[in-house]
């Protein structure tokens, strides 16, 4: 099994003030962040976000325009791809196809001036790292597409570099090896303890496999953080809308409230409901609110917001209902499989309820 030393810093990366142009675009907007060593971080983001682009920018296939990256504390920012050691890996098989599996990873020893004796082991070594080692003397025309990305897994890490740059890889594969190999990559990352930059535009993807995740719009980082962070406490409404399911309302705040406190929002199609400030709200201030389906309650009794049953969708375990709010509104509650929490039936009339903190209210600028 390929292993790198622990306890060193070579495979941490800094981006500080990113700035990538291509003529009037912003592909990269002003990024900054740290990827520690040894941490799978995801660049997550819609298409045309600048996930790409700073994935090459790190490759050294683009150079900035502004910025700087550093590796290990290294200022590599205009250092040519060759010189900085990382291994690669992209969405379309890139297996030389007249090439055994074997010297297929090999080749990068080779090209590094590495004797025979010497590559072989090592692409043998990892080999058996992908759990592919009865493979070697096939060609990849032989192998499944799940096969043929393990390999160029292989062939990128033969070399033991300090960070995988990893685009799309899975993209090209159905959706069941799709998921048997988000967690085999994740597994591989922490056994060999390498740094992983993965950029996908699938956000059950980054949240199953990264440590961290950078959302991206428009070339701007819009937060980083864990998956569960992400999903809990969005800090903007794109990245509220952008990872999970989420109702949005429009509203006013009813009162003044700092940063992490509680308002009351009053909604625009009607009724008063409470949330958490993100950031600073002025009395009267325009608000998106932002609700997860599964903090939506149907309210014994009393106050709340007044909605219909319009659908009611079984998945085994959790139930969907949606609902047509007072004001016309459409939202979803779920309702997950034996909580115990009430349920309803299509045409029925309920009461619906939240707590303050479930509710997270973003400013919204005019
Ligand atoms: N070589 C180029 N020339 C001109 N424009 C480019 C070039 N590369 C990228 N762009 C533009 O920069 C923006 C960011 O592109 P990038 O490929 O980084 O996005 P992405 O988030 O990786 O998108 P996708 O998921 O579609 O690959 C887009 O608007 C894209 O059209």
Same mark, same amino acid.
């Given at each position: 099994?390929?292993?790198?030393?622990?306890?060193?810093?070579?495979?941490?990366?800094?981006?500080?003030?990113?700035?990538?142009?291509?003529?009037?675009?912003?592909?990269?907007?002003?990024?900054?962040?740290?990827?520690?060593?040894?941490?799978?971080?995801?660049?997550?983001?819609?298409?045309?976000?600048?996930?790409?682009?700073?994935?090459?920018?790190?490759?050294?296939?683009?150079?900035?325009?502004?910025?700087?990256?550093?590796?290990?504390?290294?200022?590599?920012?205009?250092?040519?791809?060759?010189?900085?050691?990382?291994?690669?890996?992209?969405?379309?098989?890139?297996?030389?196809?007249?090439?055994?599996?074997?010297?297929?990873?090999?080749?990068?020893?080779?090209?590094?001036?590495?004797?025979?004796?010497?590559?072989?082991?090592?692409?043998?070594?990892?080999?058996?790292?992908?759990?592919?080692?009865?493979?070697?003397?096939?060609?990849?025309?032989?192998?499944?597409?799940?096969?043929?990305?393990?390999?160029?897994?292989?062939?990128?890490?033969?070399?033991?570099?300090?960070?995988?740059?990893?685009?799309?890889?899975?993209?090209?594969?159905?959706?069941?090896?799709?998921?048997?190999?988000?967690?085999?990559?994740?597994?591989?990352?922490?056994?060999?303890?390498?740094?992983?930059?993965?950029?996908?535009?699938?956000?059950?993807?980054?949240?199953?496999?990264?440590?961290?995740?950078?959302?991206?719009?428009?070339?701007?980082?819009?937060? $980083?953080? !864990?998956?569960?962070?992400?999903? @809990? &406490?969005?800090? *903007? #409404?794109?990245?509220?809308?952008?990872?999970?399911? =989420?109702?949005?309302?429009?509203?006013?705040?009813?009162?003044?409230?700092?940063?992490?406190?509680?308002?009351?929002?009053?909604?625009?199609?009607?009724?008063?409901?409470?949330?958490?400030?993100?950031?600073?709200?002025?009395?009267?201030?325009?608000?998106?609110?932002?609700?997860?389906?599964?903090?939506?309650? $149907?309210? !014994?009794?009393?106050?709340?917001? @007044? &909605?219909?049953? *319009? #659908?009611?969708?079984?998945?085994?375990?959790?139930? =969907?209902?949606?609902?047509?709010?007072?004001?016309?509104?459409?939202?979803?509650?779920?309702?997950?499989?034996?909580?115990?929490?009430?349920?309803?039936?299509?045409?029925?009339?309920?009461?619906?309820?939240?707590?303050?903190?479930?509710?997270?209210?973003?400013?919204?600028?005019?």
């Amino acid at each position: 099994m390929l292993t790198l030393d622990p306890g060193r810093n070579a495979g941490s990366i800094a981006i500080e003030g990113l700035v990538k142009r291509f003529g009037p675009v912003r592909a990269v907007d002003d990024v900054s962040l740290d990827i520690r060593a040894g941490e799978f971080l995801a660049l997550l983001g819609p298409s045309g976000s600048g996930k790409t682009t700073i994935l090459m920018a790190i490759a050294g296939f683009e150079y900035p325009d502004a910025g700087r990256i550093l590796l290990g504390g290294e200022d590599i920012t205009w250092l040519p791809p060759n010189r900085r050691n990382l291994g690669m890996v992209f969405q379309r098989y890139t297996l030389f196809p007249h090439m055994s599996v074997l010297e297929n990873i090999a080749f990068p020893l080779k090209m590094r001036g590495i004797g025979r004796a010497e590559r072989e082991e090592r692409a043998r070594d990892a080999l058996r790292t992908v759990q592919l080692e009865q493979m070697g003397a096939r060609q990849p025309a032989q192998l499944s597409g799940g096969q043929q990305q393990r390999v160029a897994i292989a062939r990128a890490i033969v070399y033991r570099p300090r960070v995988l740059l990893m685009d799309e890889p899975l993209s090209a594969l159905d959706k069941k090896l799709r998921e048997e190999m988000q967690i085999e990559i994740k597994h591989l990352q922490r056994e060999i303890g390498i740094t992983v930059v993965f950029v996908t535009h699938d956000q059950t993807e980054a949240l199953t496999m990264a440590d961290r995740v950078a959302v991206l719009d428009h070339g701007r980082l819009q937060q $980083i953080g !864990a998956p569960r962070d992400l999903y @809990e &406490a969005p800090q *903007t #409404e794109f990245v509220a809308g952008f990872i999970g399911e =989420t109702n949005f309302w429009s509203g006013t705040a009813a009162i003044a409230a700092a940063r992490g406190e509680a308002v009351a929002v009053r909604l625009d199609g009607g009724g008063v409901m409470p949330a958490t400030a993100v950031s600073p709200l002025p009395p009267g201030g325009r608000v998106r609110l932002a609700l997860r389906p599964e903090r939506l309650r $149907i309210a !014994a009794g009393g106050e709340g917001l @007044e &909605a219909r049953v *319009t #659908e009611a969708i079984y998945a085994g375990n959790a139930t =969907t209902l949606m609902l047509q709010a007072a004001g016309g509104q459409m939202l979803r509650l779920r309702i997950p499989a034996g909580a115990g929490l009430p349920e309803a039936a299509v045409g029925e009339a309920v009461t619906l309820g939240w707590q303050a903190a479930d509710a997270r209210a973003f400013a919204v600028t005019p």
